[in-house]
Every structure is written in structure tokens, then in C-alpha cells.
């Protein structure tokens, strides 16, 4: 696939870091400092660039599905220059936001149509098919097949991800889940899977809260799902969610 022309670039990472920086270091130059960081962070061969920047996070499609969601960061402290970083990226660059959506997820929708490469250093853009580029470890921008996609989108869903409070499988690391997608016919992972939150021996039972135990593995693979194309309607704003037998329909010959 031809690499496109257009960015879109983790404006939550970008402001994170450099309002980091400015705690220490003084405000003054936040500004000449982000500009810097955008140019850092555009691949060669771009010609626009988007920043792309998440709803506040009670606002995220996810708390509906997992109330969890994130919620040990709430409360947490950040830097004290994030929203003059947020309002300088709003100010110099073009900058977008949607309702209920992250930044993940508008870089996801973007990259996986072919319209743009996904610019940030967070290895979970890479359950996405498209473009991708990380700026911290490679020289150049990267292909991801939709069949490697897949496939770390299958290992998270088994695994979780506690940095943003989705358990996942009790237990169960990426060496594991690794090991359990390799062992399985393609065709046979969301069976798989659903077979292990079936018969998991979780400790603490609370964390189903009123769902079965098919409804608590759903939830997990739909929080851990960046969107991907097809999967979030423009004109309704409303969210596609992933359905497992739309994707073994896919998949099969």
C-alpha cells in the first residue's frame, strides 16, 4: 500500500511530555518546544499533519462498557502546564478531538482506511492495520498487515492491559497469550477465548460485577479495541462496536 501524505500525530503524548518539561524547566518556552516536537514527529515525506487529542476521560465510549475504565486515574495529579500545552497545540496546529473517542482511536480510524500514517511511541496503535511510525525506535515508517494486526489485538484481549485497568485473563502475561494464540487455528481464537474467561479461576469475583462471564470477556476485548475503519459513523457519532462472529465471517474461506 502506497504510504500516505498525511500524519496523525498523539497529541496526548506530545502534550504530556513537553508540559513535563515545562514544570522544570519554566513555560516560557513551551511553545518553541512543541513546535519542535511536531516537527520531530513528522515522518519524512508528509505534507499535513493532523493532532489528534482524547475527549476527557469520563467521557469515553469505553466507561460505558467497562466502568473501570482508566478510573485509577482519576484524581491522579498532571502537570501543571497540560492545558497551556493543549491550548498551544490548539492554537498552531490542526488539532481534533471527537466526542467519546481517544487519540488511539482517531489515528486507528485513519491509518487502517489507508489515510494516514499513525505517528506515537504507544505500542497499542499496532493491533491496527496501516501505516504506523514510532519515533523513540525507527528510522522510518512501518507497514502493519491487517493478519499482524489481528493478532495483537488477540493476544491484548487475553491479556489486558492494567496500565489502563482492564484485568484481562487472571494471570495471564504476553508470553502466555502468545503461546495461546500459536497454538490455535485462526479461526478458532474467539472460541478459544471465550473458553478461558468460561473457566478462569479469578480470585476476586467481583470484578464480573453483573455480568456473565461472556459479557465481562466482551468487555474486555472492546475496551482494549482501538477503532479501526468502518467502525465509528461520522454523521450519527455513534460507535461500530467489534462483534467476534462479524470477524470469524471475515476470515473464513
Not at 43 to 48: D, I, M
Not at 49 to 72: E, G, M, Q
Not at 142 to 165: H, L, P, R, Y
Amino acid at each position: 500500500m502506497k504510504k500516505p501524505k498525511l500524519a496523525v500525530i498523539d497529541g496526548d503524548i506530545l502534550a504530556y511530555k513537553a508540559s513535563f518539561w515545562a514544570d522544570v524547566e519554566g513555560i516560557d518556552c513551551l511553545e518553541d518546544r512543541l513546535a519542535v516536537d511536531l516537527e520531530n514527529w513528522t515522518p519524512e515525506g508528509v505534507t499535513k499533519t493532523i493532532v489528534a487529542l482524547s475527549c476527557p476521560r469520563s467521557k469515553n465510549f469505553r466507561r460505558d462498557i467497562w466502568p473501570r475504565y482508566k478510573a485509577h486515574r482519576d484524581g491522579t495529579a498532571q502537570p501543571d502546564s497540560l492545558d497551556y500545552a493543549i491550548e498551544i497545540l490548539y492554537d498552531n496546529a490542526d488539532t481534533r478531538c471527537i466526542d467519546k473517542l481517544e487519540a488511539d482511536d482517531l489515528m486507528g480510524l485513519a491509518s487502517s482506511k489507508g489515510a494516514a500514517i499513525s505517528v506515537t511511541i504507544d505500542k497499542d496503535l499496532r493491533s491496527v492495520p496501516g501505516w504506523h511510525w514510532n519515533p523513540d525506535k525507527e528510522e522510518d515508517s512501518v507497514f502493519i498487515t491487517e493478519e499482524e494486526a489481528d493478532k495483537f489485538f488477540f493476544k491484548q484481549w487475553i491479556m489486558g492491559d492494567s496500565t489502563d485497568g482492564i484485568p484481562g485473563l487472571w494471570r495471564v502475561g504476553p508470553k502466555k497469550a502468545e503461546k495461546f494464540l500459536n497454538s490455535w487455528a485462526k479461526e478458532s481464537w474467539v472460541d478459544e477465548i471465550f473458553n478461558l474467561y468460561e473457566n478462569e479461576d479469578r480470585p476476586n469475583q467481583s470484578d464480573y460485577g453483573d455480568m456473565t462471564r461472556k459479557e465481562f470477556a466482551l468487555s474486555m476485548a472492546r475496551c482494549v479495541r482501538i477503532l479501526r475503519e468502518g467502525e465509528y459513523t461520522k454523521s450519527t457519532r455513534s460507535i461500530n462496536l467489534w462483534e467476534p462472529n462479524n470477524w470469524v465471517k471475515e476470515i473464513q474461506p
